[in-house]
């Protein structure tokens, strides 16, 4: 993939009263670094699971204030904890 061009004048941002002003280095940078971002190629894999014994411990801990989320997430690091431990050994 081929670099992007660099622009031939600074962007602008608006200020409060709606009046162009140039961009600061640091908005420039996060232009920049945006705009590189467009480039890096993505794929996507999906699979269909069967969440049944999840779905009836989520039903158990709801009532105690454990949200999907938060066990989703405790339940994915361990796992990556687990397979890490297992690559490191």
Do not use: C, W
Request: proline share 7%.
């Amino acid at each position: 993939a081929k670099p992007a061009a660099a622009p031939s004048a600074a962007p602008a941002a608006a200020d409060s009263m709606g009046i162009a002003q140039p961009f600061t280095s640091l908005q420039m940078a996060v232009s920049r670094n945006m705009e590189a971002s467009l480039s890096v190629p993505e794929f996507r894999v999906s699979y269909t699971i069967t969440t049944d014994a999840f779905d009836a411990l989520y039903k158990r801990l709801k009532p105690k204030g454990v949200t999907m989320t938060g066990k989703l997430q405790h339940l994915i690091s361990t796992h990556l904890n687990s397979r890490l431990s297992a690559l490191q050994n």
